[in-house]
């Protein structure tokens, strides 16, 4: 029996389309500060709730709650809002893009029903109030941050936009060069 903690998450995942456009943006910013660790395309995703490392056991429970689900949300659009950092631009560790759903509560009341979910089969609430964004790097040493600042009130970030149907529990593996994610089930957030 394998006993390795799986690390996971519960993500909207974006159409490859939408991602290729916003890695436009990231390869302009990879030019100017390449000590950033920016997101290549197949990291791209919106995390809805961290589910860190877990017991397979555990992972198992998780999926077959999401399974059980009746989310009932209908279909909603997302659209990607301002560069932004945490915790700020002064001093980064990671950059992002907002995102803003329309129905607005869509996404609360998504998190608040896996976050409730994940909670009964023993995964921990997030302590933090639920921030929906996309990250776009992390910065591991110092990074030339006010020439980034510079760069962004500068340039115009495109508004994306895209209709969310499904979720998916998505497994992390970290590797040297960063995490390998691959999706383990998707799960459709309305069912006729």
Same mark, same amino acid.
């Given at each position: ?21 916003? =890695?436009? =943006?990231? @390869?302009?910013?990879?030019?100017? $500060? #390449? ?5 290549? !395309? ?11 490392? &877990?017991? *397979?056991?555990?992972?198992? +429970? ?12 209908? #279909?909603?659009?997302?659209? !990607? %809002? +301002? ?11 990671? =950059?992002?893009? %907002? ?27 997030? &302590? ?6 996309? !990250?776009?790097?992390?910065? @591991? ?13 500068? &340039? ?9 149907? !499904?979720? $998916? ?11 390998? =994610?691959?999706?383990? +089930? +998707?799960? *459709?957030?309305? &069912?006729?």
């Amino acid at each position: 029996m394998d006993n390795r903690l799986v690390r996971s998450f519960i993500a909207i995942e974006l159409p490859e389309s939408l991602r290729e456009e916003i =890695y436009i =943006y990231v @390869r302009q910013l990879s030019i100017i $500060a #390449p000590e950033v660790k920016w997101v290549g !395309t197949d990291s791209m995703h919106i995390t809805i709730k961290f589910l860190g490392n &877990q017991q *397979p056991g555990v992972v198992s +429970q998780a999926k077959r709650k999401l399974s059980q689900l009746k989310f009932n949300i209908p #279909p909603f659009e997302i659209s !990607t %809002g +301002q560069f932004g950092a945490f915790p700020n631009l002064k001093a980064p560790r990671v =950059y992002w893009l %907002g995102i803003k759903a329309e129905p607005e509560k869509c996404l609360v009341s998504l998190n608040k029903i896996i976050e409730d979910a994940m909670e009964e089969v023993g995964i921990e609430r997030e &302590q933090r109030q639920f921030s929906a964004h996309l !990250t776009l790097g992390r910065i @591991r040493d110092e990074a030339h941050v006010d020439v980034i600042e510079s760069f962004v009130k500068n &340039q115009n970030f495109k508004s994306f936009n895209f209709k969310v149907e !499904t979720i $998916a529990l998505v497994r992390s593996m970290l590797r040297p060069d960063g995490a390998e =994610y691959s999706v383990m +089930q +998707q799960y *459709p957030l309305f &069912q006729k």
